[in-house]
């Protein structure tokens, strides 16, 4: 039987039985749905088994610690015991993100700390620099490189809002082997919380109609799953019961307890060599037809350093905006 980690989302786990060991899987959504907070629930199921996560995100560690917080999840134990590191795409200002350069390093930290769980928050980036007709070679070589490095990975997309994003996401979802959507649900009463539909898009090995699960986002609980819906109209409650009674008592899996006495880990991706040019010149952007262009999960000869701390960008008042896909126009 092939090895499967469960995933900390009622919906996935339930159904999936959790997520093959060290294959990719995507998450689309609009802003505001929660895609970040289920990339929470699925790095705490990991960080509590003792695993170690790397989690790639646009926003700097302290906005991730806060979201990450108010979501129900303390992850700084987990920076401090090096169990879970933050890398926050912040390439210097004029100078684009080099995805292939990027993955070098990014490869050299998995291998280095031998990450199991690895979470891009958003994608995007690592698909900037290139015309729409590479998209499939650039997604496929990406994928690739990451299950060479046999990391589970969760990537998140915004919603597409254009023929050319849907074709994004369609070379995305060509190659991995699960795919899932969120979506918002109007209510009519402004009094009510806003409910959200988490719906599969595609499960390799299923055929569809595949369940829909309404969910809420609880403050302190994350995704807070309600009674399944299927296609057909029925419901079905699959939330467990804990000694009590009580329905959904599985929503937010215990936080193991971190190990003491190491030093606080988390790194921006700007600490890393490659997300500086190394000149004044912007570099060029990656074809992915040439080799110089593809991801590789091969580490470099010389074992990679930490970097030193560079100064705090955000106490000069420069201001940190990450790499936006917006020219294939998402929400």
């Known amino acids: 039987m092939l090895e499967r980690q469960q995933t900390g989302l009622l919906p996935i786990d339930k159904t999936l039985d959790g997520f093959y060991q060290g294959r990719a899987y995507l998450l689309t959504g609009p802003k505001n749905c929660g895609k970040t907070t289920m990339a929470f629930h699925f790095l705490n199921a990991g960080l509590q088994k003792g695993e170690v996560c790397l989690h790639v995100t646009e926003e700097n560690k302290e906005n991730t610690l806060i979201r990450a917080e108010h979501a129900g999840f303390d992850l700084l134990p987990f920076l401090n015991d090096e169990s879970l590191t933050i890398l926050e795409y912040h390439p210097p200002s004029g100078i684009p993100f080099n995805p292939a350069e990027g993955f070098r390093s990014m490869g050299e930290l998995i291998h280095r700390f ?25 997604v496929d070589n990406l994928i690739r490189a990451l299950e060479q490095l046999g990391v589970t990975t969760l990537m998140t997309l915004p919603m597409p809002a254009s023929r050319a994003a849907h074709q994004v996401r369609q070379a995305i979802e060509q190659r991995v082997i699960g795919s899932f959507e969120l979506d918002v649900v109007e209510e009519r009463d402004p009094e009510v919380p806003t409910r959200f539909e988490f719906r599969f898009r595609k499960v390799l090995a299923l055929s569809p109609p595949f369940p829909i699960w309404p969910y809420r986002m609880i403050p302190e609980h994350g995704l807070v799953f309600e009674p399944r819906e299927d296609l057909s109209g029925g419901s079905e409650s699959r939330l467990p019961t804990d000694q009590n009674g009580s329905k959904n008592a599985e929503r937010i899996p215990p936080l193991a307890k971190p190990k003491e006495g190491k030093e606080q880990c988390g790194l921006r991706m700007s600490q890393m060599p490659i997300f500086t ?55």
């Open 277 to 331: 040019s190394g000149s004044d010149a912007p570099p060029k952007a990656s074809d992915p037809n040439q080799n110089g262009g593809r991801f590789s999960s091969r580490p470099k000869d010389a074992p990679a350093q930490r970097a030193e701390k560079p100064e705090d960008s955000h106490s000069t008042g420069s201001k940190t905006t990450g790499i936006r896909f917006s020219e294939y126009f998402f929400e």
């Open 114 to 138: 031998d990450c199991q769980r690895l979470v891009l928050d958003p994608v995007t980036p690592w698909l900037t620099g290139t015309g729409l007709e590479h998209i499939p070679a650039l």
